[in-house]
């Protein structure tokens, strides 16, 4: 009796699995347009302070302060 060493992948057969797959992986890094707006103000907020940015950019503070609050939680 000969062994046969076969490995099999329930997701085999699955039309399109693996283009799923790796589009997921490949747009799990990329930063949206609204993600670099978001940090555009939050530099401008650096650089001028928050009267600058509110008057600039027509975001509330505490809208601001949210996304700063978000850009140091996702490791930023």
Do not use: P, Q
Not at 27 to 54: N, S
Request: aromatic share 18%; hydrophobic share 40%; charged share 30%.
């Amino acid at each position: 009796m000969a062994f046969h060493n076969h490995w099999h992948c329930k997701y085999t057969g699955i039309k399109g699995f693996l283009t799923v797959y790796e589009d997921g992986l490949r747009y799990l890094y990329i930063i949206t347009a609204k993600a670099k707006d978001r940090a555009k103000v939050l530099v401008f907020w650096e650089k001028h302070g928050l009267e600058a940015t509110i008057d600039a950019f027509s975001a509330k503070r505490s809208t601001i302060f949210e996304w700063k609050k978000k850009f140091k939680e996702g490791g930023g």
